[in-house]
Nanobody, 114 residues
């Protein structure tokens, strides 16, 4: 079955950086739109950034200028570079693959705290 495996989460101080990775298997990766979502305690899951199979990336207003999504089709991997992290970025971050059908990773915790 399709697998999306996230990594790279952790605890970081405000102003710090993290890079999340999501490795996909058993899909034709280059054809899929890939995205990162997050869900904070007590809140709904929200889109952070996505990148289509061909075209420009899109970002939530709250992360524009701080986060960068990228993909490596040769490695079946999508990345989320997160800079200037803030406490309000604390959440579980989920990888998503979409092309008609939709698939989710298990999530990785990102905690921004001093």
């Amino acid at each position: 079955q399709v697998q999306l495996v996230e990594s790279g989460g952790g605890l970081v101080q405000p102003g710090g950086s993290l890079r999340l990775s999501c490795a996909a298997s058993r899909i034709n990766f280059r054809l899929y739109a890939m995205g990162w979502y997050r869900q904070a305690p007590g809140k709904q899951r929200e889109l952070v950034a996505d990148i289509p199979s061909g075209g420009s990336a899109n970002y939530a207003d709250s992360v524009k200028g701080r986060f960068t999504i990228s993909r490596d089709n040769a490695k079946n991997t999508v990345y989320l570079q997160m800079n200037s992290l803030k406490p309000e970025d604390t959440a579980v971050y989920y990888c998503n693959a979409a092309r008609g059908a939709e698939y989710w990773g298990q999530g990785t915790q990102v905690t921004v705290s001093s």
